[in-house]
């Protein structure tokens, strides 16, 4: 069935380092790959996405890869702040028709000491 | 503010019982999207509406249902409640009618405690 890995499952990292999340889907016929930042007692908020006829999208210090092949793609945030201090969970979904069912990852605790 | 809102921000009640959680999408949006986070089982999909239709399901199990309607709120009850149910229950939602116009943004949360 479908299916979203992503890792590491925790980052720990110095201010002004750069973070890479990295994921792995399992439906080939997945073509909608959006991120979110999840902080404490919030909703997940959408931070950037990226579609399946795309290898890469940057805004800002945040950037997203596609490599459809190898379905992988990953997030990387340059300039670490701590700000950026969240979970963060990565998602795949095939779009169609207005279906959109989007298939998570089980997150990635970032922690961004000063 | 992603102008989901989600009534109420929190719930407690007792096994057996039922509840009923309200969502309104952010102004414009048709569809709806129903997702339960846990923390043995992450953010899980359970079911979409889109303008009142049913367009996506889930894991959702029977002791659950939803809908949406006509002026496009939605509703997500359940029932014969369990200790496990106990999560943070959100609701998303997007413009949903083009291929184009696809993200989806998630309201505050509902989080219920069943005791």
């Known amino acids: 069935g479908e299916n979203v890995e992503q890792h590491p499952s925790t980052l720990s990292v110095q201010e002004g380092d750069s973070a890479v999340i990295k994921c792995t889907y399992s439906?080939?016929?997945?073509?909608?790959f959006p991120w979110y930042k999840q902080e404490l007692g919030k909703g997940p908020q959408l931070i950037i996405d990226i579609r399946s006829n795309v290898g890469e999208k940057k805004d800002q210090r945040i950037a997203v890869t596609l490599n459809k092949t190898a379905k992988h793609f990953s997030l990387h945030i340059t300039e670490t702040q701590p700000e950026d201090s969240a979970v963060y969970f990565c998602a795949a979904s095939k779009i169609s028709g207005g279906y959109n069912k989007l298939i998570f990852g089980a997150g990635t605790r970032l922690a961004v000491h000063p | 503010d992603s102008g989901v809102t989600q009534t109420p921000k929190h719930l407690i009640t007792a096994t057996g019982q039922r509840v009923t959680l309200r969502c309104s999408p952010r102004s414009g949006d048709l569809s709806v999207y129903w997702y339960q986070q846990s923390l043995d089982q992450g953010l899980q999909f359970l079911i979409q509406?889109?303008?009142?239709?049913?367009?996506a399901k889930g894991n959702i199990l029977e002791r659950f249902s939803a809908q949406q309607f006509p002026d496009l709120h939605s509703e997500l009850n359940l029932s014969s409640l369990e200790l496990g149910d106990s999560a943070l229950y959100f609701c998303a939602s997007s413009v949903g009618d083009t291929k184009d116009r696809v993200s989806v943004n998630f309201g505050p949360g509902t989080r219920l405690t069943v005791t």
């Open positions: 439906d080939s016929a997945s073509n909608y």
């Open positions: 509406y889109y303008n009142g239709e049913e367009r």
